[in-house]
């Protein structure tokens, strides 16, 4: 995956990586929450929060929606509070196997496609191995992203195929954590303590 460079400095650019929300997170929207960014540029940023489901939403019921004959559509396959923003656009996350022409690819592994031909396949069964379907994104201005990291507002971690497309959502923000070797016990919901 990509190599991230430190923000003393020099830029950085998380794509690639997954933001880790810090406790005390001001905007509630983001609470604890896990995003796979797809882009980070001097333009600005953009990602899919991984670990929110809709509960007030089904694969099946946004085919219907959409008018998709679900063959077979994995009944099993949440859709997730991708972010705030567009909160109407649907956005599938998946593994590199599964690529089209409106396909943006992230890395070797990761891929982003927003077409309704995407949910026409895994309706058909014949979609990616691996995918995460999400209504909007999390998106930043230029340097906001940057400031928000230097505020302490976020951290960032290299993604596994579990963060990115485990089912279990409630302890993805957790096992990031650990991941990067910090206990969340150990965090304080006041920014700049620790």
Request: net charge negative.
């Amino acid at each position: 995956m990509t190599d991230v460079q430190d923000f003393d400095g020099a830029e950085a650019y998380l794509t690639g990586h997954m933001l880790i929300a810090m406790p005390g997170m001001q905007d509630p929207r983001f609470d604890k929450s896990l995003i796979y960014m797809c882009a980070h540029s001097p333009e600005g940023a953009m990602g899919l929060v991984v670990n929110r489901a809709l509960e007030s939403l089904t694969f099946p019921d946004l085919l219907e929606q959409l008018e998709i004959d679900c063959t077979a559509g994995d009944e099993r396959i949440n859709v997730h509070f991708g972010g705030p923003v567009e909160s109407g656009r649907g956005f599938v996350l998946h593994s590199a196997d599964y690529v089209q022409e409106a396909t943006l690819v992230v890395d070797s592994e990761v891929a982003l496609t927003a077409t309704l031909d995407i949910l026409r396949a895994m309706a058909a069964g014949d979609g990616p191995r691996q995918s995460l379907l999400a209504l909007g994104y999390a998106g930043w201005g230029p340097g906001q992203l940057d400031s928000e990291i230097k505020a302490n507002g976020w951290l960032h971690v290299a993604p596994d195929t579990d963060l990115l497309f485990g089912a279990d959502l409630d302890g993805k923000w957790e096992r990031a954590i650990r991941k990067i070797g910090i206990d969340p016990r150990m965090l304080s919901e006041d920014a700049g303590h620790a």
